[in-house]
């Protein structure tokens, strides 16, 4: 059974940073590209990082590039969304996604949402 799980959500003030975890059990991670979406209060959802598998190339959105980042940890099977320079813009319910859909570009994980496997999703405030 495949289960990403995504923790590390709280509160923090604006300009602080928050690191996500998406520990998986069932899938190794290093074979499949990783998405992170959000979905605020009130919109849809939408794709912010998605990083490849394939040629380890990463898609930003425009409203995260330069202050979000990814990395894998392989041997705990876990990959991490960095956040820095947080916004209320940014508070949302965060969820990882895993895929295997053939991409000609990763972009289209994010903009298409193609995950095959999801996470459960933890939130973020960012509020003074």
């Known amino acids: 059974q495949v289960q990403l799980v995504e923790s590390g959500g709280g509160l923090v003030q604006p300009g602080g940073s928050l690191r996500l975890s998406c520990a998986a059990s069932?899938?190794?991670?290093?074979?499949?590209?990783i998405g992170w979406f959000r979905q605020a209060p009130g919109k849809e959802r939408e794709g912010v990082l998605c990083t490849s598998s394939s040629d380890g190339s990463t898609y930003y959105s425009d409203s995260v590039k330069g202050r979000f980042d990814v990395s894998r940890d392989s041997p705990k099977n876990t990959v991490y969304l960095q956040m820095n320079n947080l916004k209320p813009e940014d508070t949302a319910v965060y969820y990882c996604?895993?895929?295997?859909?053939?991409?000609?570009?990763?972009?289209?994980?994010?903009?298409?949402?193609?995950?095959?496997?999801w996470g459960e999703g933890t939130l973020v405030t960012v509020s003074s």
């Open positions: 069932g899938v190794t991670l290093d074979y499949y590209h």
């Open positions: 996604a895993a895929s295997t859909h053939t991409l000609s570009a990763i972009k289209y994980m994010c903009s298409l949402q193609l995950g095959s496997y």
